[in-house]
Nanobody, 115 residues
């Protein structure tokens, strides 16, 4: 089982990034997908989630209207489009796949928002 995040980096406030999470080793389409983030000195928090077929999404209040989660089950990939980025969005972003007791994590990708 592997989840590999990509797309992080350094961006100016107001900029955009698109994170990708490539999955392998399990039946991707049957898992709910989540994006979490963890800033220095803070607990890991749920940013966004999407159900198996993408029919339902939910977002943390802090990112509503700015971030969009999506998935492509044919490509075994989940995405997080991040717009209007703020310095407080700076964190390591983690991809998570969950189905009952099965819970898989990626290694994380750093997002830094700074002028």
């Amino acid at each position: 089982v592997q989840l590999v995040e990509s797309g992080g980096g350094l961006v100016h406030p107001g900029g955009s990034l698109r994170l990708s999470c490539a999955a392998s080793g399990f039946t991707f389409s049957t898992y709910h997908m989540n994006w979490y983030r963890q800033a220095p000195g803070k607990e890991r928090e749920l940013v966004a989630l999407i159900t198996t077929a993408g029919g339902s999404t939910n977002y943390a209040d802090s990112v509503k209207g700015r971030f969009t989660i999506s998935r492509d089950n044919a490509k075994n990939t989940a995405y997080l489009q991040m717009n209007s980025l703020k310095p407080e969005d700076t964190a390591v972003y983690y991809c998570n796949a969950r189905l009952g007791i099965y819970d898989y994590w990626g290694q994380g990708t750093q997002v830094t928002v700074s002028s």
